[in-house]
C-alpha cells in the first residue's frame, strides 16, 4: 500500500477504512456499538464526558436491544450525563440527564 492509499483509507484488501466497513473491524453506522456485537441497531444514545467535553459536545453510541441497558448502565456509573432515544433520533446537548432519560 502506497502513503497515498494509506492517507486516503483505502485498505490494502479493497473497500475503505472509514467507512466502518466489515474488512476494518469497525463497527458500522447500524450496528451496535457493544465490542463484539455486530447486531441491529435499536437506539442511540447520546453521552457526553463532562470532564474532557464541553457542555454542547454530544458523542453518540448506537445500541441493539440486548445492549442498550449495558451501555446505558456503563455510562451512568461514571455519574456522564446520557439520554436514549430510538435509533435514527440523535439526542442534543439539552436532553442529556444525569439519570439518564429516555426518549421514546
Do not use: Y
Request: a neutral charge.
Amino acid at each position: 500500500m502506497s502513503l497515498l492509499d494509506a492517507l486516503s483509507g483505502a485498505s490494502p484488501l479493497g473497500g475503505s477504512l472509514s467507512g466502518g466497513s466489515p474488512l476494518s473491524g469497525e463497527p458500522t453506522a447500524q450496528e451496535c456499538s457493544r465490542a463484539g456485537c455486530r447486531a441491529t441497531a435499536a437506539w442511540a444514545i447520546g453521552w457526553r464526558n463532562p470532564k474532557i467535553h464541553t457542555a454542547d459536545r454530544v458523542k453518540v453510541w448506537v445500541a441493539c436491544d440486548e445492549h442498550v441497558a449495558f451501555l446505558r448502565e456503563f455510562l451512568s456509573a461514571r455519574d456522564f450525563p446520557l439520554a436514549v432515544a430510538p435509533f435514527g433520533t440523535v439526542p442534543d446537548a439539552a436532553s442529556l440527564s444525569p439519570f439518564g432519560s429516555t426518549t421514546i
